[in-house]
């Protein structure tokens, strides 16, 4: 048993510095568990990827020298087609699937440990899949929302302008209707822009569901209620601090490699050698910057509890964790 920390009300400030030394005292441990999930996804995203980027290469080389081999521009694309799909599903199921079970085992394994409690990946992981119906569910119910809203959304804007142009093409309209189809199109462009703005902000009030699932023991529709409700109120703080971090990953791990892709195009590196250099190199920034993100949102997720429910995390540490390895000491009231 460990000696518990004595939990507060923290600034923004003293959240990052106490992220800072929760991670630097257990760097092995959350790094550990980052790279079980992270690693195994990186080299499979690098293996369906890599055909994709190495016929994009393929396509730049026999552009420069007006040489297609027989085969029309869009002949390859059509080949590549096929392997940006296969990307996009293994995205898709990494963000669906695997990246919950990680956040879980983050979460459970940062919580335990800002509470005294030692911590072993074993526990960490067999907490997350044990929650894994409900931390997939809650990252699956609001990816088919906006998949709906989206699909809805596209779907209406092209049926509209297939309505202005009627069976003839752009050059068969007339100024009036050519206008329309303009303003239409600015006006679809500002739509996108607030809905994607009102989608962020949706993100900031269901940030919190991993570690209401796990700390909880919360199912996945209760989850984004109970993130939904604890981070009312809260909204301009916690925006700020997302984007501290925001700032603070992007500095620590998008930036070096975008200079090294900038370096790379410079010098005339092939594509397929520059996509290496980076996959590797966003992999194993990846598995540093990703615990960090976690362990920062989970102080901020006790902070919250501190402030709105006006109880002593504490006490309830002190009193009734100990009886047990779950979490469910820390139920809302």
Known sequence: MLNRPRIRQLSLGELLDE???????????????????????????F???YPFQAQIAELQNQANSANFGGQSPFELIGEMIPWYVITIAVSLFYTVVFQPIMEGALAHSIAQRYLGREIGLGGSFGMALRHAP?????????VLIGTLFSGVLIGGSVLLATLIIGGGSIND????????????????????GVVTLIGLALMIRIM???????????????????????????????????????????????????VVSFIGGIIGLDQRI???INACAGAVLGVIT?????????LLYFDLRVRKEGFDLEYQANALLPNNMGMSAFESR
């Not at 209707?177 to 500002?190: E, K, R």
């Not at 990703?290 to 989970?298: E, G």
């Open 290 to 298: 990703t615990p960090f993100s976690m362990i920062a949102y989970t």
């Open 274 to 276: 520059l996509f290496v």
């Open 19 to 45: 992220s800072f030394r929760l991670y630097r005292s257990n760097f092995l441990t959350f790094v550990a568990i980052a790279a079980l999930v992270l690693v195994p996804y990186s080299l499979i995203s």
């Open 134 to 142: 409900a931390l997939i569910g809650a990252r699956l119910i609001p």
């Open 208 to 258: 919190f569901t991993s570690q209401a699932v796990i700390v909880e023991n919360a199912g996945a529709w209760q989850s984004l209620v109970r993130s939904w409700r604890l981070t009312q109120g809260s909204f301009w703080r916690i925006l700020g601090y997302v984007l501290l971090m925001v700032l603070l990953i992007y500095v620590l791990a998008v930036l070096p490699v975008s």
């Open 173 to 192: 309209l007339d100024t009036s209707s050519l206008g329309i189809l303009v303003l239409l199109s600015f006006l679809g462009f500002a739509v996108f």
């Open 47 to 49: 293996a369906v990827q």
